[in-house]
């Protein structure tokens, strides 16, 4: 299969960084094709334009849009890494949801309404937190993500939800047989979805 990685961390010495590669690892060891897309490495502008709006008059994705999409035409799986800050993904990545899975690309016009052009591609998302998972599962904080952004982004755009890993408790100067054993939960979740079966 083949995997675009999207990460949404300013740091890329952070935890979410070094999730996101073990997860590139992880895939090229089943014998999967997976890319990375460090989105403030490359600069990515996550501010829509006006022009992207679907009823702007001269409606017209930005090149750099435009040459994402096609980043992102082959991918059949399509796995965010994010903070979790204000119970919500950066504005990073919501920006590069909002002009990359926009009109044209993740949904097209329809009568009435919209219908989605991702089907088939799988959804996996990998978020953190500095809370404790105890706390944010009291809060009930990540179901609520689950709704708003994963199954919302999904049913707009046709994707399936495969999972949603959230890691809590990641704090700075996090011990590194923890972080070793937090990077083991994404390594499990490739191992659980991807790993082909002996031949």
Not at 66 to 89: Q, T
Request: hydrophobic share 45%; with cysteine.
């Amino acid at each position: 299969m083949r995997h675009a990685v999207i990460l949404a961390h300013p740091d890329p010495s952070s935890f979410n960084a070094s999730a996101a590669r073990t997860y590139v690892a992880a895939t090229r060891a089943t014998g999967d094709e997976s890319m990375l897309r460090d989105l403030y490495a490359i600069g990515f502008d996550p501010l829509l334009k006006a022009s992207e709006l679907p009823w702007a008059k001269d409606f017209a994705p930005g090149t750099d849009v435009v040459a994402e999409r096609g980043r992102l035409a082959d991918a059949e799986v399509i796995a965010f890494f994010y903070p979790f800050w204000f119970n919500a993904p950066p504005a990073m990545l919501k920006g590069y949801v909002e002009r990359v899975f926009g009109f044209g690309f993740g949904y097209g016009q329809a009568e009435p309404g919209t219908t989605p052009l991702l089907g088939g591609k799988l959804l996996v998302s990998v978020s953190t937190s500095g809370a404790p998972d105890e706390w944010v599962g009291q809060t009930a904080a990540v179901e609520h993500l689950r709704a708003d952004f994963d199954n919302h982004l999904a049913a707009v755009c046709g994707l399936t939800v495969l999972e949603h890993l959230h890691i809590g408790g990641v704090t700075p100067g996090i011990r590194a047989d923890a972080g070793q054993e937090m990077l083991g939960q994404v390594t499990a979740l490739v191992e659980r979805h991807f790993r082909r079966a002996p031949a």
